[in-house]
């Protein structure tokens, strides 16, 4: 026991070499195959559902004593990336749930329990931002009706995690006894929601399916709720065995979603050197596209941009894991640097940025208006 501590207070030296990045990387001739197939339908085909799972991307948040992998953060945001290098909206999906399932690890021990006690790979869908739903409270739990927003994911969920508020007598909000917090959260079980037709017409991460879905006066039990804490959350999991699990929020949430641009970004330029290897420039008698300097000079500087937000990414939450793992509290300063990618109105202005800069180029210098992995033009 004292070995698996000892490893796990270390951060792999090869994330890349991680069998869970490998078998991610794998797979990206198949993503491509059904990434038209996925933001037709709006949702996964059975049968890649089914390889993802295999994989084990499904557990990778879950800790080993309830048979997941419990990977450290680096690893989930590298599979991440990677695979929304593939397509996408299957890494924003197996993003946002990796952060879901964390936050179901703050319920009760009979709550987690009924959630992953039959398989730690359960696929939770939904949404952390407080609101949506409106309780009154009954004999061992509550009533439950309301409406949520970005249901990424719902189509392929055995769970739903949305928030709401518990109306006294009065008609006024209940502060929660425990977290004084005006709003609760509690899962639901798929079965028990509907899905909003319609309801998510967007031009780019159609295959996301983040749905609007509803719950009309359903029985929620005590054990699926909990405190909602922090804006939009705070680590209420701490205590599961493991460093991954004393990590500040900071380390998961914001990350999360900066991984995905950033395979989405490397999709493109590797999609524009591909291009540049085999184009003739038109109106050009001879020459490649690849021969062009200013063609190699913007490839150039969209990687510099690119490599550039990955290597901070990683480094402030290297910083961040290594504070904990020295026995040591992190400090403000060290969050909020962590929190860079977090979708605050100046951040998700830099990672649109971000984004919008390295795909322009690579459309510029090819002279293409569109992409294979086009899911990049929805970034909430």
Known sequence: MDTVIAEDSRLPADIDAQPLVRAAAALHPVLRKYHEEIEREQHMPPALFGQLREAGFYKMVIPRSLGGLQVDPLTYLRVVETLAEGVGSVGWNLGNGGVGQLVTLGLPDDGVDEIYGKRAD????????????????????????????????????????????????????????????????????????????????????????????????????????????????????????????????????GPHHSAVITGIARAGLNALIELAGGKQPRGRPVGLLCDSPQVQDAIGRADAILNAGRTYRSAMITELWNTIASGKETTLEQRAAAAWPRATPPTARARRWTLYTVTAAARRSSGRAGWPNAGATCIP
């Open 122 to 253: 359960t696929v939770i869908a939904g949404t952390a931002v407080p609101g949506g739903g409106r309780a009154v409270p009954v004999a061992g739990g509550y009533r439950v009706g309301g409406r949520w927003s970005f249901g990424s994911g719902c189509q392929e969920a055995s769970w739903m995690l949305g928030s709401f508020q518990v109306i006294g007598d009065d008609g006024e909000p209940r502060r929660h006894p425990n977290g004084g917090s005006l709003y609760w959260r509690g899962v639901f079980a798929r079965a028990e929601a509907e899905i909003v037709p319609g309801s998510w017409d967007v031009t780019g991460l159609r295959g996301t399916g983040s749905f609007d879905w509803t719950v009309n006066d359903v029985f929620l039990p005590e054990r699926r709720t909990m405190p909602q804490v922090g804006i939009p959350l705070e680590n209420q999991w701490s205590r599961w065995r493991g460093l991954t699990y004393q990590l500040p929020v900071q380390c998961w949430v």
